[in-house]
Nanobody
Framework: QVQLVESGGGLVQPGGSLRLSCAAS????????MSWHRQVPGKERELTAV??????NYADSVKGRFTISRDNARSTVYLQMNSLKPEDTAVYYC???????????WGQGTLVTVSS
């Protein structure tokens, strides 16, 4: 069964850090392009960070604060979020594009709230 399961969301104060995890199963993880997206109610889901085999790319709003990484042995992708701001509050979703990009799957999302 193809599946992505996110974890690590929660409440954090401004300036704090969180690390999100996304555990994958059911496809060849090492060949998949993995990404994190976020969505605020009433707004479109937006790409936050993406990682290929080694290359990474980030939205301008998170460059220098967020780091995406992957552990192919554990079939897991991470999003390390530092210097969090209230505007980072959103539901964060993990996505995989696999089978040479012909298929994709989303996780269920994890809520990150940045507030004092």
């Amino acid at each position: 069964q193809v599946q992505l399961v996110e974890s690590g969301g929660g409440l954090v104060q401004p300036g704090g850090s969180l690390r999100l995890s996304c555990a994958a199963s059911g496809f060849t993880f090492s060949r998949a392009v993995m990404s994190w997206h976020r969505q605020v109610p009433g707004k479109e889901r937006e790409l936050t960070a993406v990682i290929g085999s080694t290359d990474t790319n980030y939205a301008d709003s998170v460059k220098g604060r967020f780091t995406i990484s992957r552990d192919n042995a554990r079939s897991t992708v991470y999003l390390q979020m530092n210097s969090l701001k209230p505007e980072d509050t959103a539901v964060y979703y993990c996505k995989a594009r696999y089978d040479r990009g012909s298929l994709e799957v989303w996780g269920q999302g994890t809520l990150v709230t940045v507030s004092s």
